[in-house]
């Protein structure tokens, strides 16, 4: 079985603050992949990143990064210097062949940034 | 490319009414699926085609058909609309062994 825990529901900062989200994951494929999406107010799904578990090289992309460690079963992403546009509901979502890789999604982190 | 497109945008349905949501991807993409996202639940997987001509089950099939015959349209039905679907229902698609699924716009559905 696959199972992705966001534990932080709500989250709230203030603009140029750093925010880390948190994403732990069980899964008993040992090739799957790790993705996380962005839900603007707006409501559409974007793609922010896909790791798959044989690479756990952290990456950046701007603003953000993200700490991927197989040892924690963690993929976690931060935010640096957040602006207010960032605020949305971030998804993390794991994939795998045991579950045809269909996209198993956690509950989601809403992140609100004020100025 | 228009990538994943969904029609309609937003639809009102009586208990017991019919209808299809509409998924059509221009990318030639393989493998295709539904979601609902109700609110604290995240994204649920109702059914997935793997290409056409065939097509499974999710984690919450129930009240929900999909066929796939065409590379390029996978349409949701729900027989008999109960007020328990009133959700967000996204489509998504991804080219086999590329494992990133891209998300059509969704559609917001009221059943009252």
């Known amino acids: 079985a696959q199972k992705v825990t966001q534990a932080q529901t709500e989250i709230s900062v203030v603009e140029k603050e750093d925010v880390t989200l948190d994403c732990v994951y069980e899964?008993?494929?040992?090739?799957?992949?790790l993705f996380w999406y962005k839900q603007p107010p707006s409501g559409e799904l974007v793609f922010l990143i896909r790791?798959?578990?044989?690479?756990?090289q952290n990456e950046i992309s701007g603003r953000y990064s993200w700490n991927f460690q197989k040892s924690t079963s963690s993929f976690n992403f931060t935010i640096t210097a957040s602006q207010v546009v960032d605020s949305a509901v971030y998804f993390c979502?794991?994939?795998?062949?045991?579950?045809?890789?269909?996209?198993?999604f956690g509950k989601g982190t809403s992140l609100l940034v004020t100025p | 490319n228009a990538g994943v497109t969904q029609t309609p945008k937003f639809q009102v349905l009586k208990t017991g009414q019919s209808m299809t949501l509409q998924c059509a991807q221009d990318?030639?993409?393989?493998?295709m699926s539904w979601y609902r996202q109700d609110p604290g639940m995240g994204l649920r997987l109702i059914h997935y085609?793997?290409?056409?001509?065939?097509?499974d089950q999710g984690e919450v099939p129930n009240g929900y058909n999909v066929s796939r015959s065409t590379t390029e349209d996978f349409p949701l039905r729900l027989l008999s609309a109960a007020p328990s679907q009133t959700s967000v229902y996204f489509c998504?698609?991804?080219?086999?062994?590329?494992?990133?699924?891209?998300f059509g716009p969704g559609t917001r559905l009221l059943v009252l």
């Open positions: 790791r798959n578990s044989f690479d756990e």
């Open positions: 899964t008993r494929d040992t090739t799957y992949y």
């Open positions: 998504a698609s991804r080219s086999t062994g590329e494992e990133t699924q891209y």
């Open positions: 085609s793997v290409g056409a001509g065939i097509t």
């Open positions: 990318m030639n993409h393989e493998y």
């Open positions: 979502a794991l994939s795998g062949a045991n579950s045809g890789y269909a996209l198993n």
